[in-house]
């Protein structure tokens, strides 16, 4: 599990603890939204669980961050710093990876909100929001539709958490795919690499600082996170003297502890820290990460407890359908709540069945969605991974 797999006539890599990572910190995502509360108040020992899963903003951030490293590795390996291929041949690699799920659970959240809007309409059923509470909403506007069709939403606030709330990330992520070879790349090959992670996150906070918050809800800041998944790359398989210095002398593991560390007591709410601070050294910690484990693993080093948990296999089980569990989850914890919701239950059975039933749906269902509307869509290498061969 621990060796690099590589296709050479593409100079492909494929490091499987990134599937692990991406699978881990989807399903975390799924626990963060769930609702498990009937009433005002969760039984105690229920609470103190719920509490551990507000830090659902550190998987996006780990999102983030593996964007850039991915997109960046073969640029990093490349003899000329250059994307394979033209720029349209990025771009369509690109859009039948993330657009053709996208719309299709796009369109199955619509269908749904249409089906909610003809019962409520033609019969006495009235949909309850308090029981229907979490990452989906059937009520939505014509400017909602239209922004998540144009994947804009994230950059307007009354459009950004509407339909299904978790596709906010997907809309910046996809700017995030044009922005890497129309604006990053360049300044990376005429700056270089610090240069580069100075100007993204300048460009990042300007609209904060500078014009009073605009576009705050869409996290401009994640241009710099996005840099440091760059950097990681860059670090991690650049020939440049200094990088290598930098790679061999440094000690990754302790930095991805020491910066977890800060990003963790940089967002305790009594600081009063805006959050891209915490969200920075976040990203940090994971660019430190993916250094230290990638180089570990290419020294031939006996795997460390992390790395084995990521790459354990049903870890990589996980992030082989992880995109469309992100995709799909939100809905489907929604009417598992619903349906339980009006159920002779104490709150303490609530909460237990909210995590379980709705979790193990979530699976259920993304898995499925994944194997008819993600998985057609793949490239031939990527569709070669399976999820029952990574279990055998």
């Not at 039984?43 to 903003?57: C, I, S, T």
């Not at 144009?150 to 459009?159: A, K, Q």
């Amino acid at each position: 599990m621990t060796k690099i797999s590589e296709q050479s006539t593409h100079k492909r890599i494929h490091l499987p603890y990134l599937d692990g990572l991406r699978g881990l910190a989807s399903l975390y995502v799924v626990l963060v939204h769930v609702e498990p509360a009937m009433g005002e108040h969760l039984p105690v020992h229920w609470f103190l669980f719920a509490r551990m899963m507000k830090y659902g903003a550190f998987s996006v951030i780990s999102f983030i961050v593996l964007s850039g490293y991915v997109l960046m590795l073969p640029v990093a390996r490349s003899e000329n710093g250059h994307l394979a291929g033209s720029l349209i041949d990025y771009i369509k690699r690109r859009s039948r990876r993330i657009l053709p799920p996208y719309y299709i659970a796009l369109f199955i959240c619509l269908l749904i909100g249409a089906v909610v809007f003809i019962l409520e309409q033609f019969t006495s059923f009235q949909w309850n929001k308090f029981a229907g509470l979490g990452s989906f909403d059937p009520k939505f506007s014509w400017i909602d539709v239209v922004s998540h069709l144009l994947l804009v939403h994230n950059l307007n606030e009354s459009t950004y958490i509407t339909i299904n709330p978790p596709m906010w990330s997907i809309a910046t992520e996809w700017q995030m795919y044009f922005l890497f070879p129309l604006f990053l790349l360049p300044i990376w090959r005429k700056f270089g690499l610090f240069q580069l992670l100075l100007i993204a996150f300048v460009i990042g906070l300007t609209p904060l600082y500078l014009f009073n918050g605009f576009l705050e809800q869409a996290n401009p800041w994640l241009l710099g996170i996005f840099s440091l998944g760059m950097a990681a790359a860059d670090i991690g398989f650049s020939q440049k003297p200094k990088l290598v210095a930098m790679r061999n002398s440094l000690p990754w593991g302790w930095l991805a502890i020491f910066f977890t560390g800060i990003a963790f007591f940089t967002e305790w709410r009594r600081l009063g820290l805006h959050i891209w601070i915490n969200q920075s050294f976040a990203g940090l910690a994971f660019a430190c990460l993916f250094i230290g484990i990638t180089k570990s693993i290419m020294a031939g080093k006996e795997p460390s407890l992390v790395l084995r948990i990521l790459q354990h296999p049903w870890a990589i089980a996980l992030g082989t359908f992880s995109y469309s569990l992100y995709l799909t989850h939100g809905p489907v914890l929604v009417f598992v709540r619903y349906f339980l919701f009006y159920l002779p239950i104490s709150p303490d059975m609530f909460a237990a069945a909210s995590y379980l039933l709705g979790t193990a749906m979530s699976l259920v269902i993304a898995y499925w969605f994944y194997l008819f509307f993600e998985r057609p869509f793949m490239s031939g290498f990527l569709k070669k991974r399976k999820v029952k061969d990574v279990l055998i």
